[in-house]
Each structure stands twice: as structure tokens, then as C-alpha cells.
């Protein structure tokens, strides 16, 4: 018996480390933590292999014999999660779900669906049973959103029993109405504001209970809650590019490209998100601010093509983007625009629907097909609810503009 590092581990699993550290996480693989360093046993990962082992075709019995036998009033619901939770792990190796989708499934799973329908037959589950659950969950004050992501769960495991033929049909759901409300695009005013508030704040400690707040870089470093001067630029950055917040885990200084012409812009070649692949064309300002980002970052050591753009000190990027994150939002609390004007909370995303928002106010011509496929979104997207704060007052210039008229001769 002997203990291996992380690094070992996933030479041992031939799984990358990202996804050993969320079976962990998720308690599916034991590890333990020493000085901030995950160390496992040999053979707690020779089990854990052993755990994932298929039956032979030798073997005349398969996965759901035992289901698909016995009559639908005697399997509960209990009995498929774990068949549907193994498919949405297979999703997760594939690339198909983030494993931190997976883990708000798990967190749901236990917190209101399985503490409901466990002991439920898998054949008693009808419109009422489903009705009562959300009534459970109204009475819980959860909202509308939230509601239809615990009975997506549901559906899920209910979907299982019917692909393996111990359930005939899906029983009907309650319909949820969901209202749309948008993150919420700043304003031109509230824009300025970040970016001073942002300013202001730079290289001051965030101070919790009169001590610097400290946040893991990596599994050895530490450092206290500082905010950093990039954080203004990332503000406009985001607003001047149309990048999601996801995009700042990715973005290395090899996806950019400066381009000078009769326009001067950032050509953006970013990895691919939701299924668009297509390269991002950015504002002018986007331009300044990545130079006077690649020249604070050389000063420090970084800027090589292979380094992050934003927080490159921290390697493990879920965490990086968590910490910008936790960065914006503590810019908001400072600038008094952490709700928007219907009470939504700002986060990082807003950024995005201030860069589409600008576009639509103050672009003069642009038509949607063009902006859509360029913020790597459809226009439909867009309609629903990057343009739906927009009103007439926005741009009364526009509509009370008239038409010249054209001399006969």
C-alpha cells in the first residue's frame, strides 16, 4: 500500500485532474487533504476502478434485469437515481456537462427531490404527485426558475424508467411559468461609475472581522483579497468585446490578435462555447486596454501566449473565475449598483448585456444577425432578453429623427 499525489492519481485513473478532484468532491473517490495537497491510496483508486466494471456478455443478466422485471409498482424511485446520475457522469467524460452542472444535480438531488420521491414507486408518479412536490417547493419559497430545474431531475429519472421499460409512458407535468427577467444591462452612467469604483479600489485588502480575507491560489500558495488593477480593465474589456464571463477561465493571450486597418480591433479566436466557434470582433477600445494589459502582465512574468489573460496567477481557472467573481461583486457593493432597477442581482454577466445593449442604442446600422453571430449568440437570444430593458426613451434621438429630404433637383 502506498500513497500517490494528484498527479499519480491520474496517471493511476488515466483521468485528468480536474475530474478526479470533483469525484471527491462529490464523495464519489476517497482522497484526503495534506497541506493543501490531495494524497489518495493505491488502493482506494484499484476499487474505485473496480467499482466502474461492466458485466461480461457471458453474463446473461445486464444493468436492468432487476428493473425491467419486476412490475412498476415495485421499483422506486430510489432505485434509478443512481442509473441516471451514472449517465449524467458518462455526459460529464464526454464534455457534454460541466462538472459543475453534476454537482448542483447532486446538491438538488438531496436537499428536495430525493427526500420526497425516494420511497415513491416509480409507477405511482402522475400529475398530482408532481403537483404536490412543486406545491412543496412554493411553500419553500422557491421560485419559478429554480422550481423547473428540481422537476428537470425528476424528469430525468422518470425518462430512465420509461427508456428501460419499466414505466409504459411519462406521466403529464404541471405547466411552470417562469418569468423572463433580464440580468440587466448598466447604463452609460453606471458604467463610468464601476470603472472609478473599480479604480478607486485597487490594491486595497478586502478586510473580514479586521483581517484580510485570504484565497487559495493553488494547492500550496495563499495570498489576502486584494483588488487588482486589472479588474478595471476586465470591466472594459467585457463591455468593449461581448465575452461571457465564462470566456475569462479560457482566454489566453494566443486567442488574441490586434488588428489595424481602416478599423483597429481585437480578432478574438476563443475555444468554442455553445456550439459557436466563430471568432469575436471587439470594439476599438478593446484595443488600449489589452496593451496596457499585456504590458502589466509582461512586468510581472506572464504574458507568453499560453498565459490567462485575466488572474494568470491561478491555475486552476473554476477558482480564478469564482475570484473575479467575488471581485465584481464586491465593486458593486462600492458603487451602489449591486440590484438592478427591478431588483435583479448584478453579476459579471451584466458586463455582457451592457456590451449587446450599447450595440443596439448606440450602433448606427448594425442589424441583429450581425451582432448575434459576432457575441456568439442568436437573435432570438437577443430579442428575448438582451433587448428586452430597451425602451423608446433610450434613444430619443432615433425616434424623433426625420428624414432629409432630397432636393428635385
Same mark, same amino acid.
Given at each position: 500500500m502506498k500513497t500517490l499525489s494528484l498527479?499519480?492519481?491520474?496517471?493511476?485513473?488515466?483521468? /485528468?485532474?480536474?475530474?478526479?478532484?470533483s469525484q471527491v468532491e462529490m464523495g464519489r473517490l476517497p482522497g484526503a487533504k495534506f497541506n493543501d495537497e490531495l494524497i489518495f491510496i493505491d488502493i482506494d483508486l484499484a476499487e474505485f476502478v473496480r467499482g466502474h466494471y461492466r458485466p461480461t456478455t457471458n453474463n446473461t443478466s445486464n444493468l436492468h434485469d432487476?428493473?425491467?422485471? *419486476?412490475?412498476?409498482?415495485?421499483?422506486?424511485?430510489?432505485?434509478?437515481?443512481?442509473?441516471m446520475l451514472r449517465l449524467e457522469e458518462n455526459r460529464v467524460r464526454r464534455g457534454e456537462l460541466t462538472a459543475k452542472s453534476l454537482r448542483i444535480t447532486h446538491n438538488r438531488l438531496d436537499k428536495y427531490v430525493a427526500p420526497y420521491f425516494n420511497d415513491v414507486p416509480i409507477g405511482n408518479i402522475d400529475y398530482m404527485t408532481l403537483d404536490a412536490f412543486i406545491e412543496e417547493l412554493t411553500n419553500a419559497d422557491i421560485k419559478g426558475v429554480a422550481i423547473s430545474q428540481y422537476i428537470i431531475i425528476v424528469r430525468k429519472v422518470l425518462n430512465y424508467a420509461l427508456l428501460t421499460n419499466v414505466i409504459?409512458?411519462?406521466?403529464?407535468f404541471p405547466r411552470i411559468k417562469t418569468p423572463r427577467q433580464s440580468r440587466g444591462a448598466f447604463t452609460v452612467i453606471e458604467y463610468k461609475r464601476l470603472l472609478k469604483t473599480a479604480w478607486r479600489l485597487r490594491t486595497q485588502p478586502y478586510m473580514m472581522q479586521n483581517r484580510a480575507k485570504e484565497v487559495h491560489v493553488n494547492e500550496a500558495t495563499t495570498m489576502d483579497v486584494v483588488m487588482p488593477r486589472d479588474m478595471t480593465?476586465?470591466?472594459g474589456f467585457m463591455v468593449n468585446s461581448f465575452i461571457r464571463p465564462s470566456d475569462l477561465k479560457f482566454i489566453q493571450h494566443k486567442h488574441i490578435e490586434?488588428?489595424?486597418?481602416?478599423?483597429?480591433?481585437?480578432?478574438?479566436?476563443?475555444?468554442?462555447?455553445?456550439?459557436?466557434?466563430?471568432?469575436?470582433?471587439? %470594439?476599438?477600445?478593446?484595443?488600449?486596454?489589452?496593451?496596457? &494589459?499585456?504590458?502589466? *502582465? @509582461?512586468?510581472?512574468?506572464?504574458?507568453?501566449?499560453?498565459?490567462? &489573460?485575466?488572474? /494568470?496567477? %491561478?491555475?486552476?481557472?473554476?477558482?480564478?473565475?469564482?475570484?473575479?467573481?467575488? &471581485?465584481?461583486?464586491w465593486i458593486l457593493e462600492n458603487a451602489n449598483l449591486k440590484f438592478g432597477k427591478k431588483g435583479q442581482n448584478r453579476t459579471l454577466y451584466c458586463l455582457r448585456h451592457t456590451a449587446i445593449t450599447f450595440r443596439l442604442l448606440y450602433g448606427e446600422g448594425v442589424d441583429l444577425l450581425t451582432l448575434a453571430k459576432n457575441a456568439r449568440t442568436?437573435?432570438?437570444?437577443?430579442?428575448?432578453?438582451? *433587448?428586452?430593458?430597451?425602451?423608446?426613451?433610450?434613444?430619443?434621438?432615433?425616434?424623433?429623427? @426625420?428624414?432629409?429630404?432630397?432636393?428635385?433637383?
Open positions: 498527479d499519480e492519481a491520474s496517471s493511476f485513473l488515466r483521468l /485528468p485532474s480536474h475530474e478526479i478532484i432487476d428493473l425491467t422485471i *419486476a412490475p412498476n409498482n415495485a421499483v422506486l424511485f430510489k432505485d434509478l437515481v443512481p442509473h409504459k409512458s411519462l406521466p403529464q480593465r476586465l470591466i490586434i488588428i489595424e486597418g481602416k478599423y483597429r480591433y481585437l480578432r478574438l479566436s476563443l475555444p468554442e462555447t455553445k456550439k459557436h466557434d466563430q471568432p469575436i470582433v471587439t %470594439m476599438t477600445a478593446c484595443v488600449g486596454i489589452y496593451q496596457r &494589459l499585456l504590458k502589466d *502582465a @509582461k512586468s510581472r512574468g506572464y504574458g507568453k501566449p499560453n498565459d490567462y &489573460l485575466f488572474v /494568470p496567477e %491561478m491555475k486552476n481557472r473554476d477558482h480564478a473565475l469564482r475570484y473575479m467573481g467575488f &471581485l465584481f461583486i442568436s437573435v432570438n437570444m437577443i430579442e428575448r432578453h438582451y *433587448a428586452s430593458t430597451l425602451n423608446g426613451e433610450m434613444n430619443i434621438g432615433l425616434l424623433h429623427s @426625420k428624414r432629409v429630404r432630397r432636393s428635385k433637383f
